[in-house]
DNA sequence: TCTATTCACTTAAACGTTTGCGTTGGTTTT
DNA sequence: AAAACCAACGCAAACGTTTAAGTGAATAGA
């Protein structure tokens, strides 16, 4: 691999000279500066980053860590999305993504925040992992400027998506259309099911409707079997609802799979709403009726706070980012009136 | 930080001493290791990355290239399970991977191999690009390492899905069915396409079948709407098929929803198979017949490889090698006998 | 008793950069 | 004509490692 050495001894000047030519600073002649880059680019010459790492102290490098409960990973629709926007934000600022390797036992595995020190990422993103996990919590706490996803702790910044948005939406467009008996699997506890589930509450509550016990379930995210069968119970109920929400739109299908099963037709019999928007669901019939996250705006915002985070510390506030979606009419819901 | 001087000085030795303490070198005395060991791990010490690659010339960091023409990166389906699969893999080995950056405009862009260059990665893969891209073969035929996903080089290892086996499979399973009216809309063209077509006719006749050319029908992969309009014109045919192949099962999509707006019935008026085996199309009633390619394989394999290429080249040869996949059966083939 | 050998460590160079400070020689100021 | 300045470059240290070669002391072999 040619150096900057090599460079040096070619045009005959130091080291020093080569290396501040190719960095434009003000103190190399015109000349030669010239001749410097036409050499280098004649030799092919590409910078050592990790050499350069040493000396800067920045890798230009980013740390990802995350993962699901199904250990999904990258097949994760939702987090593939807001990754991806995420990648192409930070690489207009030269930097790489790395993960955070989260094989919890393999053999010479090391924390998350070791690892994120043995390659000295200048930054890390977090999201759809355990928040509680105390080497994510250790993570956190580091020195290392950190953006989370859907998840608020102290002095870190964080991207959300607006659930309480999300699903006043969602309940006014349901309720405008008639319905009254609306039933909510929603996932499984965390501050975000929370969030969905008060403000589920009270939106009905806004509009004058009190919501059955037993029309509140609980079924992990993601788990098309675990609403299939919520959604039988449901659906035996005397009083059956005339909509059911559900905590994503995978598990939509799995309750839209148990209507149908029952002999029923959604929407005419039992109307379905999602919530996330995964991009498959623009593609198959019915078109479900659901709630659509920025996923896009959620990565750009995380690319550019994390890097004024690294690049810009003293002006750079820590701050609670919420990004909101977009109502995504389908076929699911019936009009009632 | 600390790094290996703190360490040294507080233990009264030459840095030297630790970094050989550390990486278990026979020539330090048994307690001089412990008690080095042990102040390492008082202090917090974290290796750098960047300085062990200066001296090694190994970053175990691995740069990965991907990018479909729709431009849906990471969203892509089937290359993200290969990945999660590559990633899990590499991960148990103690190499991380890192993206090498695919936006062709951004100000200061370089060529994928001066990007891998600049990260010293010590291998690549490479799926899903535009595979005749000048750029991808200027890495494909430099010095480094080179694992490629379903496209065969010279002098590359390449890890193929068995599109032979898959159409075999799909066709004699379609063929036992009594289906003797098959047609098939495929992909744009390239080498995977162009296997898959000609293993369909091939195999057809193997069954005494011939497919009359209006049954042939090209529309990109993974477009629901190439996929919906071609399977109107198929429909709309005087001799209508009993059964319609596509690229992939997101075209299949696409396919039954006109199969669906012509008042037709899957399967009992038209069947569909697929081609992939997307997550998510378990989930979907009804359920998509389709040729479930073995991504969890295809990634383990060319992790694998690409290891054997990096630790052993004297011992490792380039080879291609197939992974077979296998027949996924749903609810959109019609049994006719 | 003298010479090899082994053990346990140290020395020092090297990897490829960046950067503060110094050193030139030449050009302006007073 | 002396003092001051500037433009253009070199010196050398430093970042955190690894590793070949060297050193001194203890042990073993003859």
Redesign the interface.
């Known amino acids: 691999?040619v150096s900057l050495k090599d460079i040096a001894s070619k045009c005959n000047v130091s080291v020093a000279t080569v290396s501040k030519a190719l960095n434009d600073h003000s103190d190399i002649g015109a000349e030669t500066k010239a001749r410097i880059r036409r050499t280098a680019r004649e030799l092919g010459y590409?910078?050592?980053?990790?050499?350069k790492?040493?000396k800067t102290n920045r890798?230009h490098?980013l740390g990802v860590l995350f993962m699901d409960d199904a250990n999904?990973?990258?097949?994760h629709?939702f987090f593939?999305?807001v990754?991806?926007s995420f990648?192409?934000e930070v690489?207009?600022e030269?930097y790489?993504?790395?993960?955070i390797?989260n094989?919890r036992n393999?053999?010479?595995r090391t924390s998350y925040l070791?690892h994120a020190?043995?390659?000295?990422f200048d930054g890390v993103i977090i999201a759809n992992v355990h928040f509680d996990d105390p080497e994510v919590v250790e993570l956190v706490k580091s020195d290392i400027p950190v953006v989370t996803i859907d998840h608020i702790y102290n002095d870190t910044t964080t991207i959300l998506s607006d659930n309480v948005d999300g699903i006043k939406t969602l309940v006014d467009f349901v309720v405008e259309n008639g319905h009254k008996d609306i039933a909510y699997i929603h996932g499984a506890d965390s501050s975000v099911t929370r969030t969905r589930l008060v403000t589920f509450n009270k939106q009905l509550e806004e509009h004058g409707i009190t919501v059955p016990d037993e029309y509140i379930q609980e079924s992990p995210y993601r788990d098309?079997h675990g609403a299939y069968e919520k959604t039988l119970e449901l659906l035996d109920l005397p009083n059956r609802p005339t909509c059911i929400f559900y905590p994503d739109d995978?598990a939509a299908?799995?309750g839209?799979?148990a209507v149908?099963e029952k002999g029923l037709k959604v929407p005419d019999d039992v109307s379905v709403v999602g919530f996330d928007g995964?991009?498959?669901a623009r593609?198959?019939?019915p078109r479900l009726t659901t709630y659509r996250q920025d996923t896009d705006g959620l990565g750009t915002q995380a690319a550019k706070n994390l890097i004024d985070l690294i690049e810009r510390p003293k002006t750079t506030l820590i701050k609670q980012i919420v990004v909101k979606g977009k109502l995504l009419e389908g076929d699911t819901l019936k009009k009632l009136n």
Chains 1, 2 share one sequence.
């Open positions: 691999m590409v910078p050592n980053a990790a050499a790492s040493m890798t490098n999904s990973g990258l097949q629709d593939a999305s990754l991806e990648k192409k690489e207009k030269g790489d993504i790395t993960f390797s094989d393999s053999p010479g070791t020190r043995y390659r000295r098309t995978y299908y799995g839209m799979r149908m995964i991009k498959v593609h198959i019939r």
